[in-house]
């Protein structure tokens, strides 16, 4: 598994320009002191949630008595649908949340940022290459931190790129999704067939 590869992988499921207007939307209504240090906790709850994935990623497997292949497949097939979503986004968009409430750990650093196709591209990846998992630790950090850093800065980009630029690049991420989704399913059914 290749570092490169594998980080930024990571860093378009996570989707930072996807979720920006969400949780400036979740957080408008809280003083911007208050704003950044919820966006930190729910950064570092989501972090430590797919650390576990990552590291208790063939544990789950084995005790589901599930193969490489199946997650493979299954995590392709959840990867194509979030990118389509990404592509082609649905109106509005549940929170959960009532007015004034504060986020603790849903809807934020569950399931926007730590959700099933990130955490499910854990498990593959962690059982696809068991003996690099030090190296699948960084990519992780390292697309969580960029992640990070665009949703601490979420409001001046929003001010420079406008809603039509951040449309644009999260349909481009989109699209880039679709091919990595594609070929994790390809992998799956050729590891199955072969």
Not at 90 to 105: K, Q
Not at 179 to 184: E, N
Request: one cysteine or more; hydrophobic letters at 60%; a neutral charge.
């Amino acid at each position: 598994m290749d570092f490169f590869a594998a980080a930024v992988t990571l860093f378009l499921i996570m989707d930072p320009l996807g979720n920006m207007p969400v949780f400036i939307s979740i957080l408008k209504h809280l003083p911007p002191k208050r704003r950044r240090l919820i966006l930190v906790r729910e950064l570092c709850l989501a972090l430590g949630v797919m650390l576990i994935f990552l590291f208790g990623g063939e544990t789950v497997l084995h005790f589901l008595g599930l193969k490489q292949e199946s997650v493979s497949i299954a995590g392709g097939i959840i990867l194509f649908l979030i990118a389509i979503k990404m592509i082609f986004p649905s109106p509005g968009g549940v929170t959960g949340l009532a007015v004034g409430e504060e986020p603790f750990l849903v809807p934020m650093a569950i399931p926007l940022m730590a959700g099933p196709s990130i955490l499910a591209s854990l498990i593959l990846m962690s059982n696809q290459a068991p003996n690099q998992l030090g190296l699948l630790t960084l990519a992780l950090v390292g697309a969580w931190a960029v992640n990070a850093v665009i949703l601490l800065f979420s409001e001046v980009l929003m001010k420079i790129m406008g809603e039509r630029g951040l449309t644009a690049m999260e349909r481009l991420m989109g699209m880039i999704l679709v091919m990595i989704a594609v070929q994790m399913f390809l992998d799956g059914i050729a590891r199955y067939l072969a």
